[in-house]
């Protein structure tokens, strides 16, 4: 089955700065991949996704890329913002939705 | 309005007990599912529903029974509740699956179990 692979667990950076978050996922057959930002006490959100046919996404200060050959996918975030802070998850479609283990982000300010 | 909506928020109970947790959406989503969170935040899929028919059934005890009377509710039904069952539960919803529909979450339900 799929497995998705996360790093760093934890991610401390200064406002202002870039954070950027890496996941690997198993599975060719994923097609769809989502990030979720879940802060304390709450769901996920879902915050930006990127689907297979596709090498790249923006949004605002927050951008995907995806890298189909090495599977492997990023999250970038410019310009963090203390409300930035959360725990952040990867996750991979193909037959069903994994996700990664989550990386604790603190912005500090 | 709340998109996906659970109940109850907590859910404090003893060992042996049987609990139910509730799920509804009202985004006219045709899936939904559920999830459990670990203390060490890791978000596993326990089960899926489309269109009320089971499609995903993970290595769940038979304890948990999901059960769906109709598209926008799919309740969580707990028999013998274990030590090991403490953990935020929680429903989601999308599109068709099959086209990786964005999921969106309810605010999670934590359990803890006595």
């Known amino acids: 089955g799929e497995n998705v692979e996360q790093h760093p667990s934890t991610l401390s950076v200064q406002e202002g700065d870039s954070a950027v978050i890496k996941c690997t996922y198993s599975d060719s057959a994923s097609n769809y991949f989502p990030w979720y930002k879940q802060e304390l006490g709450k769901g996920p959100q879902l915050i930006i996704d990127i689907r297979s046919n596709v090498g790249e996404k923006k949004d605002q200060r927050i951008a995907v890329t995806l890298n189909k050959t090495a599977k492997h996918f990023s999250l970038h975030i410019t310009e963090t913002q203390p409300e930035d802070s959360a725990v952040y998850f990867c996750?991979?479609?193909?037959?069903?939705?994994?996700f990664g283990p989550g990386t604790r982000l603190s912005v500090l300010p | 309005d709340t998109a996906v909506s659970q109940t109850p928020k907590y859910l404090v109970t003893q060992m042996g007990n049987d609990k139910s947790i509730k799920c509804e959406q009202n985004?006219?989503?045709?899936?939904m599912y559920w999830y459990k969170q670990d203390s060490k935040k890791f978000l596993k899929i326990m089960f899926s529903y489309n269109n009320k028919e089971l499609i995903i059934n993970e290595t769940v005890p038979n304890r948990f029974s999901p059960k769906s009377p109709d598209k926008a509710h799919l309740n969580l039904h707990i028999n013998s509740l274990e030590l090991g069952d403490s953990a935020v539960y929680f429903c989601?919803?999308?599109?068709?699956?099959?086209?990786?529909?964005?999921?969106?979450f309810g605010p999670g339900t934590r359990l803890t179990v006595l």
């Open positions: 985004l006219g989503h045709d899936t």
């Open positions: 996750a991979a479609y193909g037959q069903n939705f994994v």
């Open positions: 989601a919803s999308s599109q068709a699956p099959s086209r990786g529909g964005q999921q969106f």
